[in-house]
């Protein structure tokens, strides 16, 4: 073969490699429009929720003929990174999920993200239930429509507790004497995995909620309160309490919620403080046994003596919401979307998925595990919800606050070196 | 075939796509990251330019010196396993029964992905039902250390499976080496009466001298950057205890939004990567083997 003969072939391989990959990119009919669509539930981890936004984007499609949904559907952490690199390529979706407040800040100041007070102040007016949709407001306006709402209980196992002969504790004084009489039955009395230390976290917020009153920690955050108050030392001390006399599961440290969750689905621990996203696990959830599933039921956190906290006080909140890409060349399409799918997931949250939503829900006529209806009612009781700490924080200051859990749960810091490194973080 | 590759305009013309790939993607990126160093970013919105804070902030850092020094550790422990490595692979070399075999088992880590066998470690060290704590509590250990809680243990225990994970692959470039050593040296050698252990000492490992130095630095370069099975086991946990260079990099690029600092500790990464390589090299040059 020839010298030239070589390079022509090669070259026209070259060629045509690249010429096909445009062809396929521009077959799209210039009609069409696309709405891309990331979220968070893939159909292996969250079957039900996966199934249920296909039936709504299905929905969507046969309504609005001409728009086509590119959905995209990653887990958590992968999703967090996704985020990341794809607003710095100024590239977002059209419409994804996002979480509330700190997460969503940089996104609103790097000018990523468009306000939705428009759908707000039209279809969906009074839609929500009161304080969910404010986590995602910043400088006036409104950045993410939330689809969940939660709140934090600790979950515990009753046919555990009727083996060791204790009652539900009302007060922190009964929780430590329940803790007590667990260990002398051998069972571990709480599961936490700590690897995760927002779980961790969730315990430190609730004591600090105990003794300083609904509003210290969201006050401590956007500083006009202090970490340094006493409230807050009393708080940690008590964490380090609990971890001396043995009530969390041994190496929390290095377990993730997952594998500390299995201690307690397996029967082995006897409480777990997680997010009502979990109900599903001890409702309907056939992989756990039946009777497993009716061995569940859950307690507020209990009150401390002296405290300024409020028992009907609960760390929550929206979880995440949906946004419309700034950039976005089909924004009223995506706007629209956003407004259909708000609708039809209060609709189908509680019933098919068995999740709460963040719009308002008409227990009456729902037929629903009495646990939801316990739930839902205590929802309306609430007399404050705290939002998460890491996700009120700003990115930066959350991952400071995680690791000082991390250490406060390991003895690595005392109580006041725990609050002084939080207000160091913040400066 | 050979007049094509003979004449320069053909070599130029072959070599150019893998260049462009290799400085598209590798050294733009590199410079970028110098760059973006230099800068106040969040990874979106406006960059504003704060010149050597970022490097100053760095030296300053508890944070990176310890993930620098869990780094450092990690190197010096994977080379250290490169004897192990190397006695393995000398042993098989021998015409031992079931080498072939045993050389097969040793490689299967190297094919499983890092996850995988995160996963299948956290099951080992599961502080209750994992396999090592089952055996100590079988024992009458009462209390068996929580490996990976343990903020003083946790960088040993991360250790070992990263050890095992490589295990196979350095075996393989040993064996390789060694089987390709020329049968009349050691007919030779056995000749003169040297016994199994000399022929191992002063023929077999001066003869692959040269392939030992380029897995020596692998292996260090390899360590400083590693990043995946630690990520995924502790997340650099119990309180930075287990944070390497990498993963706080990553913890700081991509979960404290802090890009800026974040690249100049990704540059810190490859400064610490070359001028590792450039003393490793040294020092095995000036040993004259």
Request: proline share 4%; net charge negative.
């Amino acid at each position: 073969m020839s010298k030239v003969t070589v390079i022509i072939v090669t070259s026209l391989l070259f060629i045509s490699g690249c010429s096909q990959s445009n062809h396929s990119g521009g077959a799209v009919e210039s009609q069409q429009k696309t709405i891309e669509f990331m979220h968070l539930w893939p159909s292996g981890s969250s079957t039900t929720h996966y199934r249920v936004v296909e039936e709504i984007i299905e929905a969507f499609e046969s309504e609005n003929p001409g728009i086509v949904i590119n959905a995209e559907p990653i887990d958590n952490e992968q999703y967090k990174d996704r985020m990341t690199v794809l607003s710095s390529a100024n590239n977002l979706p059209d419409v994804g999920f996002t979480w509330a407040a700190g997460y969503l800040e940089p996104f609103v100041e790097g000018g990523r993200i468009a306000p939705l007070d428009q759908l707000l102040a039209e279809d969906l007016k009074d839609a929500f239930v009161p304080g969910t949709v404010e986590a995602f407001q910043m400088e006036g306006a409104t950045y993410g429509l939330p689809l969940e709402l939660n709140i934090a209980p600790i979950y515990f196992n009753k046919s555990l507790f009727i083996e060791a002969g204790v009652q539900v504790p009302s007060t922190y004084e009964e929780f430590l004497g329940v803790i007590q009489v667990l260990l002398e039955h051998n069972i571990t009395p709480i599961t936490v995995g700590n690897r995760d230390a927002w779980t961790g976290s969730l315990w430190y917020m609730y004591l600090a909620d105990r003794y300083g009153g609904a509003s210290a920690l969201t006050q401590a955050i956007n500083r006009t309160g202090s970490f340094t108050e006493q409230s807050f030392v009393e708080a940690a001390r008590e964490i380090q309490n609990l971890v001396d006399q043995n009530a969390f599961v041994t190496g929390f440290n290095g377990l993730s919620n997952d594998e500390a969750k299995a201690e307690f689905l397996n029967g082995n621990a006897a409480m777990y403080l997680m997010g009502s996203w979990d109900l599903p696990e001890f409702t309907t959830n056939e992989a756990n046994s039946q009777e497993f599933r009716d061995s569940i039921d859950y307690f507020k956190f209990p009150t401390v003596a002296g405290g300024a906290g409020d028992i009907e006080s609960w760390v929550g909140g929206p979880g995440v919401g949906l946004y419309v890409a700034e950039n976005s060349d089909v924004k009223d399409e995506a706007l629209a979307f956003v407004k259909f799918f708000i609708e039809k997931w209060g609709e189908k949250a509680v019933t098919e998925v068995g999740v709460i939503p963040a719009t308002k829900v008409d227990t009456e006529v729902l037929d629903i595990h009495e646990m939801y209806i316990k739930i839902l009612k205590d929802l309306n009781q609430a007399s404050h919800i705290t939002l998460f700490a890491d996700v009120q924080m700003s990115p930066a200051v959350a991952q400071i606050h995680l690791n000082l859990i991390q250490a406060l749960f390991g003895q690595e810091v005392t109580p006041e070196q725990f609050a002084l490194e939080h207000e160091e973080a913040f400066e | 075939m050979n007049e094509v590759l003979a004449s320069r305009k053909a070599i130029i013309f072959y070599i150019i796509p893998a260049l462009l790939l290799v400085v598209l993607f590798m050294y733009i990126p590199l410079i970028l990251t110098g760059y973006y160093g230099l800068m106040e970013w969040n990874g979106m919105g406006e960059m504003i330019f704060t010149g050597l804070d970022h490097y100053r902030r760095l030296i300053g850092d508890p944070l990176f010196w310890d993930s620098a020094k869990h780094s450092l550790m990690l190197g010096l422990f994977s080379t250290l396993a490169l004897v192990a490595y190397l006695i393995v692979s000398l042993i098989l070399s021998q015409k031992m029964k079931g080498a072939n075999l045993l050389r097969k088992i040793y490689l299967i880590p190297m094919l499983l992905s890092s996850v995988a066998i995160a996963q299948l470690w956290l099951r080992i060290y599961h502080p209750t039902n994992g396999i090592f704590n089952t055996f100590l509590i079988y024992l009458g250990v009462e209390n068996p250390p929580t490996w990976l809680a343990d903020p003083n243990l946790v960088l040993y225990a991360l250790f070992v499976p990263i050890i095992w994970q490589y295990a196979g692959f350095y075996i393989l470039i040993y064996y390789t080496a060694l089987k390709n050593i020329s049968v009349d040296v050691l007919e030779a050698a056995s000749m003169d009466g040297a016994n199994v252990w000399q022929t191992a000492w002063k023929i077999k490992v001066p003869m692959i001298m040269d392939i030992i130095k380029v897995t020596v630095i692998l292996a260090v370069v390899g360590s400083l950057k590693y990043f995946d099975l630690i990520f995924v086991m502790t997340g650099g946990g119990p309180n930075g205890a287990s944070e390497v260079l990498a993963s706080y990099m990553y913890r700081t690029a991509f979960r404290s939004f802090d890009f800026g600092y974040g690249s100049a500790l990704a540059f810190a990464l490859l400064l610490v990567c070359l001028i590792t390589t450039v003393v490793v090299r040294k020092i095995t040059t000036l040993k004259g083997v």
